[in-house]
């Protein structure tokens, strides 16, 4: 069954410093979506992308990220200057067709920012 | 703003015996999903319910949705010790992004 890859597993940053998370969607997915977890609590939205451009985002999606389809397969996610509250998991997901169906997620990036 | 909430936070059951989350949110919806993620893992779907579905059924799993009093609930039937996880249900507003709730740790004892 096709699954969603990201890569690293694990990443760990100093405090300043830009990371970017890769993600690789399922193939025949036209929606593309980031979402975070700090340890320990919920799941939070970042961001939806269709078509190449944002179609949703949310209040903690700021200047400080941006997201990229680089590429017919990849989808990535870009954190400037990042901060220790930047420590959490970060999930790619993909679905079909961005309503009434679910969503894809993969194993998540463990960001650690010291 | 959607805001989901479950209860109970956690549950310890033997294993064989039911177990029954529930989930309440705020705002109108198109469908409600619940996911289950194993510790450290990414979530995986288990089973969405339209908005204008009351029940719906997938294998040992039966979820059901009240949009009068805005809440859902997801019964596991005959619990095993691999379904030990957390489950989350998640809320999909009018547009298509997903809300989650605070989810509920359930663990079953063997």
């Known amino acids: 069954e096709p699954e969603v890859t990201q890569t690293p597993s694990h990443q760990v940053t100093q405090m300043g410093q830009e990371v970017i998370l890769r993600c690789v969607p399922i193939s025949n997915h036209l929606y593309f979506y980031w979402y975070r977890q700090i340890l320990g609590q919920k799941v939070e939205f970042l961001v939806s992308f269709y078509n190449n451009e944002i179609s949703e985002k949310s209040e903690i999606f700021d200047d400080q990220f941006s997201v990229e389809r680089p590429d017919g397969s990849n989808f990535t996610l870009k954190i400037r200057s990042t901060k220790l509250e930047d420590s959490a998991m970060y999930f790619c997901?993909?679905?079909?067709?961005?309503?009434?169906?679910?969503?894809?997620f993969g194993n998540g990036t463990r960001l650690t920012v010291t | 703003s959607q805001q989901g909430e479950e209860d109970p936070q956690a549950l310890s059951i033997q294993e064989g015996e039911n177990a029954t989350m529930n989930c309440s949110y705020k705002t109108s919806i198109n469908n409600l999903q619940w996911y289950r993620q194993n510790s450290g893992r990414g979530l995986v779907h288990l089973i969405l319910i339209r908005s204008n579905e009351r029940e719906k059924h997938s294998g040992r799993l039966r979820v059901t949705l009240d949009t009068s009093k805005k809440s859902s609930s997801l019964l596991i039937t005959a619990s095993r010790a691999a379904d030990t996880a957390s489950y989350f249900c998640?809320?999909?507003?009018?547009?298509?992004?997903?809300?989650f709730g605070a989810g509920t740790i359930l663990r079953v004892k063997s």
């Open positions: 998640a809320m999909e507003e009018y547009g298509n992004k997903l809300v």
């Open positions: 997901a993909s679905d079909m067709r961005g309503y009434n169906s679910p969503l894809h």
